[in-house]
C-alpha cells in the first residue's frame, strides 16, 4: 500500500506541547531586559491617552511572599491590559523603607557582631540592608513577569521622597491639622514604639477576668444622698476588668449615668452593681441569696470616692458614657494611662495622671514595692495576689476574647499615654470631607465602600510620631517649657527640608539648635521623633515624582489595588493626606483582594507549614502558572492555593497551550501577506468560528475592563474547550488535513486560524506574558510589531450577518445537535458498535425544523459529526431502540457500523474504490491528489 502522508498537510511547528516555563522564562526575561521592553512600550504610546497605577509599598524586608506575588500580578494584569487598549500607562514600582522591620534586623545583625555603633551608623546600615532587600525584591517582582519603571523605583528612603514626605507633613502644620498631646496610643513594648493601626491584628487572648470590689470613702455622702440619712455601713462599688495589670493605674471608678444600679446586701456585705449584671455576678461569686435594698440611676450619684484597693489612695466616682453592662458588672475602673474612653472621661473629669510604666512596660519603681520593674503582663500574678491579700478579690477565672497584637512581633499590644503628635481628623471638616470623596470613588468589591465609611467614621485622631531611628523625622522646633511650635516654623522647615532633599534625613539630626537657631536654642528644642511610615507611603502621591506627569492628571491615580488589610493601611493614610492637602480622593477605583489561604481556608503560616512561596512554584512550573492561578481565582474573597490547585491550574495552562499550538501548527507555510482568504470567499464556517472569537474578545476585554479575570479565564476555557476543541477544530481537521494545499477550503481555514490565533495571543498577554511572548515569535508574518506587548487588541475579526440563514442563531443550533450526536457516537463505542466515529452510519430521526436545518448543509453534514455517512428521517419514523436525546425533544439516532472499505488516505469509509490506477483511495482524495480538488462551502 502507498504510503499517502506525503499527500497530507500534516500540522507542523516547534512551539513546543509542553511549556517547561522554569526552563525558558529565564531567557525570555533576558530578551526583555536587552530590548529595554518597558521603554519601547513607553515610546510607542507617547501622546496616547495617560492611565496610573499607584503602587502601594511594600516593606523593604525580607523575601516576597505569595501575598506579594498576587498583588504585583494583579496590577501587571491591569497594566499589560490598558496598554493594550492603547493607553500610556504609569506604573513605577515603590518601597516601604523606613521603620521598625528595618531597624529590627539591623539591630539583630548589630547584638550578633557585639558591637557599638552611633545612631548616624545605625541610620546608614539602615539605609544599607535596606537598598540590599530593595535590591532582592526587585529581582524577584521582575521574574514574576511584572512590567514597570524599574530603574526609576519610589524608594521612601531616597533623599527627594524624604523630603518631599517632610513637605507634606509641614504642610498638614500648615493648614492647622497637626497638635500634640499626651494621650493612649497603641504602643507595643517588643517595638517600644506607637503603632498605627494598620499595624494592629486581633486575636483570641486567654486573660485573667476577675470581679473586685472597691470600698466607698466617706460613705455616709452615699446614704445622704440616696436615704437622706446619716448610717455609715461600708459600701463596696463591684468592679470587673480583664486587664488585672491596669489596676495599679487607676484614676477613677465610673458608672454610666443612665444604667440602674441596685444596691444589694449579702450576708453582710453591702454591693452596688447593675441591675442587669446582678443575676450573673452573683453566680459567679457563688452568692445565691441576696437582697435588693435600693435602685437608683447612676446620674443620681455624686462626689463620691472609692479606696484603691491595695494603695494608699482614694479616687472619684465618675459618670461616663463608655461603661457597658453587656459584660461584668456596670461598673470599671478608668485608667487613662491605658485607654482611650477612660482618658478622655478623666479629662472631661479634670483629673489628671502620671505615666505607671515605662516604654518597655515595665512598671516604675513609686507605684507599689511589689511591682517595681515587673514587665505588667507578669504583673498579673502580682496583682491578684495584692487583691487576695487585701480580701478585695470577689471572684477570678479564665476568659477567651479578641484583644489587639502587634503585627510584627505577633504579641499583645497596650494603649499607653505618651507624647505624641496627631492629625486632627476633624479639623476643617476633615472626617466628612474623607466620607464624601469615598463616596465618589469605585469600590471593588462594592462593599469595601462601607467598610472604609465606617472605618473613617470611628477613627480617632491620627498618631504620626514615632520614638525610633530610622524614619523621616519631624523637621521643628518647640519651646522646651511649653511644647509650643516655633513661631517661625514653615520657613525654618524649608530650609531644613532642602537640606534633606541634599543630604537625606540624616541632615535634621546633624543639626543642633544652637547652630541653626542661635541664641534662641536655650528656649527652643528639635523634635527627635520620626513620622508614622503610613504617613509616608501615604504621601507617595503628593510627591514630586509624579507632580511632573500627574499635574496634567489632576494628582488623582486611576486605581489603586492593595490588600484587604490596607483599607485601614495605604488606602486611608493616602485618603487624608489628599483630603487635608488637595481636598480630593486620591484615587478614582480601589481594588481590595482577599488574603491567602491554604486549601482548608486556614491562614498561611510558617509554623503551621502550610505556606506555598513563590520562588517553590516558579522554579517547578513556573510564573506563567502562578499568574494564572490569580487571575482565574476570584480575587474579592480568600484565595485558596495548594499543590492540588495549582495541579489543576496547570491543566487549564496545557489546554491554553495546546489550543494556540494546534492553530499554529496548522499554520505551516502560510504566509498572510499572500496567502489570506477574503471574507466573501470563505467556507462559512470558517467566518463562524471568526465570529465566534470577536465574541469572545468583547467579553474578555469587557471582563478586563471591570478587573474580573477570573471571567477571562472562564471565556479562555470555553472557547478553547468547546467552541475551538470539541468544535471547530476537530470539525476542520480533514479539510486541513486532505484539500490541496492552496485550495480555498484549506486557505479559508488557515486564515480563519490566523485570524483568531493574533487575536487569542493578546487575549493571554496580560495574564500569561510568557507563553505569549514565546507564541507570538511563531505566529507567521511580517507586518506585526517585534514584541505582542506593542500591540493592540485585534480589529481584524468579523461577524456573521445576522440577516443570513446561517447567523450565529444557527450555529448555536448546530453546537448544541452536535454535543447530542457526541453522546450518541459515544454511547455506541461503549456498546461496541463502533471504535471512531468515522466508522459510523448514522441515522438521525427528526422533527421538520431540524431536518430542514441540518439538510442547508447538503453532502457536507458528515464532516459536521466526522462519521462517514448520515441519514436524515422523520422522527416518526424512528425504531423503538433508537437513543434517544435528553437534551433535545424530537431527535434520535441510530448508529450503525458502516459497512465498505477504509480509504488509507482520509480515513472515510467508502463503499466502493473507483476502478482506475489509484484503485486504493477514495473518489475525494482523488480530486484532492490529482484532480481539480474538492469543493467545499459550509464545512
Keep these: 500500500m502507498k504510503d499517502y502522508k506525503t499527500t497530507l498537510n500534516l500540522p507542523k511547528t516547534n512551539f513546543s506541547m509542553k511549556g517547561n516555563l522554569s526552563k525558558k522564562e529565564p531567557f525570555i526575561l533576558k530578551k526583555w531586559n536587552d530590548n529595554n521592553i518597558y521603554s519601547l512600550i513607553k515610546k510607542q504610546n507617547i501622546g496616547k491617552k495617560k ?493 514630586n515624582i509624579y507632580n511632573k506627569i500627574q499635574h496634567q492628571h489632576n494628582n488623582i491615580s486611576d486605581l489603586y489595588i492593595e490588600g484587604l488589610d490596607q483599607h485601614r493601611g495605604w488606602f486611608m493614610s493616602s485618603l487624608i493626606i489628599s483630603a487635608a492637602i488637595s481636598n480630593q480622593t486620591p484615587y478614582k477605583k480601589v481594588i481590595t483582594h482577599g488574603f491567602v489561604v491554604d486549601k482548608n481556608k486556614k491562614k498561611m503560616s510558617k509554623s503551621i507549614g502550610n505556606t506555598v512561596h513563590p520562588s517553590e512554584v516558579i522554579n517547578t512550573l513556573g510564573s506563567d502558572i502562578l499568574r494564572l492561578w490569580t487571575a482565574s481565582t476570584n480575587y474579592s474573597k480568600e484565595m485558596s492555593i495548594s499543590q492540588e490547585t495549582l495541579i489543576h491550574i496547570s491543566d487549564y495552562y496545557r489546554r491554553i497551550r495546546n489550543t494556540a499550538r494546534f492553530l499554529l501548527a496548522n499554520l505551516h507555510e502560510f504566509n498572510p501577506e499572500n496567502d489570506l482568504i477574503n471574507a466573501k470567499n470563505m467556507i462559512i464556517l470558517d467566518k463562524w468560528a471568526i465570529g465566534k472569537a470577536l465574541h469572545i474578545q468583547k467579553k474578555i476585554i469587557k471582563s478586563y475592563k471591570n478587573y474580573n479575570f477570573h471571567d477571562v479565564i472562564k471565556y479562555l476555557m470555553n472557547f478553547c474547550s468547546l467552541d475551538m476543541g470539541t468544535f471547530y477544530l476537530e470539525i476542520i481537521k480533514d479539510r486541513q488535513y486532505t484539500t490541496q494545499k492552496n485550495s480555498i477550503a484549506r486557505r479559508s481555514c488557515q486564515t480563519a486560524m490566523y485570524l483568531i490565533l493574533t487575536a487569542f495571543v493578546k487575549w493571554i498577554t496580560p495574564i500569561l506574558p510568557f507563553t505569549s511572548d514565546e507564541l507570538w515569535e511563531y505566529i507567521p508574518g511580517t507586518n506585526k510589531n517585534k514584541f505582542v506587548f506593542l500591540e493592540l487588541w485585534s480589529n481584524q475579526l468579523f461577524d456573521l450577518n445576522h440577516k443570513d440563514t446561517m447567523n450565529h442563531e444557527y450555529w448555536n443550533q448546530l453546537l448544541i445537535i452536535k454535543t447530542e450526536v457526541n453522546k450518541a457516537l459515544e454511547h455506541a463505542r461503549q456498546n461496541k458498535i463502533i471504535r471512531k466515529s468515522l466508522e459510523a452510519h448514522m441515522t438521525l430521526y427528526v422533527n421538520e425544523t431540524i431536518k430542514c436545518n441540518l439538510k442547508l448543509l447538503n453532502k457536507e453534514l458528515k464532516f459536521l459529526f466526522i462519521t462517514s455517512k448520515v441519514e436524515i428521517k422523520n422522527f416518526y419514523e424512528a425504531p423503538k431502540d433508537a437513543f434517544q436525546s435528553e437534551t433535545i425533544t424530537n431527535f434520535k439516532t441510530i448508529i450503525k457500523k458502516m459497512n465498505g472499505i477504509k480509504c488509507p488516505r482520509c480515513w472515510h469509509i467508502i463503499t466502493k474504490i473507483k476502478n482506475n490506477k489509484n484503485h486504493e483511495i477514495c473518489k475525494r482524495c482523488i480530486l484532492n491528489t490529482i484532480g481539480p480538488g474538492e469543493l467545499r462551502q459550509f464545512l
Design 51 to 543: 492611565f496610573f497605577l499607584n503602587d502601594g509599598p511594600p516593606y523593604a524586608n525580607g523575601n516576597i511572599h505569595i501575598g506579594h506575588a498576587i498583588n504585583k500580578i494583579l496590577k501587571d494584569i491591569v497594566i499589560k491590559f490598558k496598554t493594550l487598549s492603547g493607553f500610556d500607562t504609569y506604573y513605577t514600582p515603590s518601597w516601604d523603607c523606613h521603620g521598625l522591620p528595618i531597624e529590627h534586623k539591623v539591630e539583630k545583625t548589630i547584638k550578633k557582631e557585639n558591637i557599638l555603633i552611633t545612631k548616624k551608623e545605625f541610620r546608614i546600615k539602615c539605609r544599607n540592608y535596606a537598598q540590599s532587600q530593595v535590591n532582592n525584591q526587585k529581582l524577584e517582582f521582575i521574574r514574576l513577569g511584572v512590567f514597570g519603571d524599574w530603574e526609576n523605583s519610589y524608594l521612601t528612603m531616597n533623599f527627594k521622597n524624604e523630603a518631599n514626605i517632610a513637605r507634606t507633613l509641614m504642610k498638614m502644620f500648615k493648614y492647622g491639622y497637626v497638635y500634640q498631646d499626651f494621650k493612649p496610643v497603641h504602643w507595643c513594648i517588643n517595638c517600644k514604639s506607637a503603632l498605627a493601626e494598620a499595624e494592629v491584628e486581633y486575636h483570641n487572648k486567654l486573660s485573667n477576668s476577675i470581679i473586685i470590689k472597691f470600698k466607698l470613702a466617706h460613705n455616709i455622702n452615699f446614704w445622704n444622698q440616696i436615704f437622706k440619712n446619716d448610717h455609715n455601713q461600708d459600701i463596696h462599688l463591684v468592679v470587673w476588668t480583664t486587664t488585672p495589670w491596669t489596676l495599679p493605674a487607676s484614676q477613677a471608678i465610673a458608672l454610666n449615668p443612665n444604667f440602674k444600679y441596685q444596691l444589694i446586701q449579702t450576708n453582710n456585705n453591702l454591693f452596688i452593681i447593675s441591675e442587669k449584671s446582678v443575676p450573673d455576678t452573683m453566680n459567679k461569686m457563688g452568692i445565691q441569696k441576696w437582697k435588693k435594698i435600693h435602685i437608683f440611676l447612676g446620674k443620681n450619684i455624686s462626689n463620691l470616692k472609692v479606696i484603691h484597693p491595695f494603695l494608699n489612695t482614694t479616687i472619684p466616682v465618675i459618670l461616663a458614657d463608655h461603661v457597658t453592662q453587656e459584660l461584668g458588672t456596670g461598673i470599671v475602673h478608668t485608667a487613662p494611662e491605658f485607654g482611650q474612653d477612660d482618658y478622655y472621661a478623666c479629662k472631661k473629669n479634670n483629673i489628671n495622671f502620671t505615666p505607671t510604666i515605662d516604654k518597655k512596660g515595665h512598671f516604675l519603681n513609686n507605684i507599689h514595692p511589689k511591682l517595681n520593674n515587673i514587665n505588667i503582663f507578669k504583673s498579673i500574678k502580682i496583682v491578684i495576689k495584692l487583691l487576695n491579700n487585701n480580701n478585695a478579690l470577689l471572684h477570678s477565672e479564665k476568659l477567651v476574647h479578641s484583644y489587639p497584637y502587634c503585627w510584627r512581633h505577633k504579641t499583645p499590644i497596650i494603649s499607653r499615654a505618651t507624647q505624641q503628635w496627631f492629625i486632627n481628623i476633624n479639623h476643617n471638616n476633615l472626617r466628612n470631607r474623607c466620607i464624601k470623596y469615598i463616596q465618589e470613588v469605585k469600590w471593588i468589591p462594592h462593599w469595601s465602600k462601607n467598610r472604609m465609611i465606617e472605618m473613617i467614621i470611628n477613627r480617632p485622631d491620627w498618631c504620626i510620631s514615632r520614638q525610633r531611628t530610622w524614619g523621616v523625622p519631624i523637621p521643628i522646633f518647640i519651646h522646651r517649657k511649653t511644647g509650643k511650635l516655633h513661631p517661625d516654623t514653615i520657613k525654618l522647615s524649608q530650609k531644613i527640608i532642602q537640606n534633606i532633599e541634599t543630604n537625606g534625613i540624616q541632615a535634621w539630626f546633624d543639626i543642633t539648635e544652637k547652630s541653626f537657631l542661635g541664641e534662641l536654642f536655650k528656649q527652643y528644642k528639635k523634635v527627635t521623633d520620626v513620622i508614622d511610615v503610613w504617613f509616608e507611603s501615604g504621601s507617595i502621591q503628593l510627591s
